[in-house]
């Protein structure tokens, strides 16, 4: 670990040297990628910085405890060499963690996909209740939720939905959400008060750019037709929702959210190449795929990574097993916790493998 922060300083040294050397600062290509390199690199050659310091100053009052003969200056080191041992425990950790693998996609904005699984207008009305989950958790973020598609009904669930949550590291805290989730309560639609289960699963995929994805045109087929869904006095006027069908893989995408034909184009041409980019990325990652379709499951009752328990006021992530006792709260985008919680257990595992 130690030979591979002294490279990493090397490399930091070097590119300090490339950003004043004239036939780099020329390139204006060559600069911005240096620039953007380096400045990747300064926040652990700086922590390395202090974690070398603390070890010095270890040795130093190692030093002056072997070798001072005043009791109270050997006692005032015997603090100091405690409070530099926290200390470079502490930074180990940190540059532990700032070796982690980077998810190149962390920063990426985020396509979601809710789908009501078994359960008929409960598992729908789960699934809106996931979607004002999501929407509530991006507000308290200060992202923004952009819909895309949506199949709403008439008692008001969501048998599927789809939407884009934008803003800076949206991937890195909604990834984790990828999967079925359950829930257990008596239903609305439940006369008997009886609890039910059901499910809807959840996809979470890191938005597509342009340099990502490149679509030919002539592997596209596009149909217009009218809106339908609840209100707005285009629904059902003019032909402005849009279908896209990508030939080669069978990939339909559509929009109808938008007044506009342009607009609703737009959005899915965007949900497509999300789409594509996701399944480029499967095919070259198989394993990676797998694990990803096992996670996301086929809507079963018994496929979860989450259930929601309203009769005890739970959520349970099976994942980590971890329970909070505060369903209302977690519903209403309150879900640091638990996200913070299974951002650690991936660090930790990450750590492991790479000891």
């Known amino acids: 670990m130690l030979d591979k922060l002294k490279r990493i300083r090397e490399r930091y040294d070097e590119l300090t040297c490339m950003l004043s050397d004239p036939s780099v600062i020329g390139d204006q290509n060559l600069f911005r990628d240096t620039a953007k390199e380096h400045a990747s690199l300064e926040e652990i050659v700086s922590a390395f910085a202090e974690y070398e310091s603390s070890l010095q100053a270890e040795a130093d009052c190692r030093t002056l405890i072997e070798e001072e003969d005043d009791a109270e200056l050997r006692a005032l080191a015997h603090e100091e060499l405690r409070a530099a041992e926290e200390s470079s425990a502490a930074l180990l950790e940190r540059l532990k963690i700032m070796l982690l693998p980077k998810d190149k996609n962390d920063n990426k904005n985020v396509m979601v996909e809710i789908r009501a699984g078994i359960g008929g207008d409960e598992a729908a009305l789960f699934g809106a209740a996931l979607y004002r989950m999501y929407c509530r958790y991006a507000e308290r973020h200060g992202f923004t939720v952009e819909p895309i598609d949506s199949n709403v009904t008439e008692i008001g669930g969501v048998k599927e939905a789809v939407f884009c949550v934008n803003g800076r590291a949206a991937y890195s805290r909604l990834k984790f959400e990828s999967g079925v989730h359950r829930v257990q309560r008596v239903p609305e639609t439940e006369s008997q008060g009886r609890i039910h289960t059901s499910a809807a699963t959840v996809a979470v995929l890191p938005e597509a750019d342009d340099v990502d994805v490149d679509i030919n045109p002539n592997d596209l087929r596009v149909d217009t037709y009218r809106s339908s869904g609840a209100g707005g006095q285009h629904v059902n006027k003019t032909s402005s929702a849009i279908r896209i069908t990508h030939i ?108």
């Open 248 to 355: 080669p893989t069978g990939i339909v995408v559509q929009s109808q959210d938008e007044r506009s034909q342009i607009q609703n184009r737009e959005k899915a041409m965007r949900a497509l190449k999300t789409r594509l980019y996701d399944l480029y990325a499967a095919r070259a990652h198989e394993e990676e795929a797998e694990s990803r379709r096992s996670m996301v499951g086929s809507g079963d009752r018994s496929e979860r990574i989450r259930t929601y328990n309203f009769p005890q006021g739970r959520v349970t992530d099976h994942r980590i097993n971890m329970t909070l006792y505060s369903l209302e709260a977690f519903l209403d985008g309150d879900m640091d916790e638990l996200i913070d919680a299974l951002i650690l257990d991936e660090r930790v595992r990450l750590i492991e493998g790479n000891e």
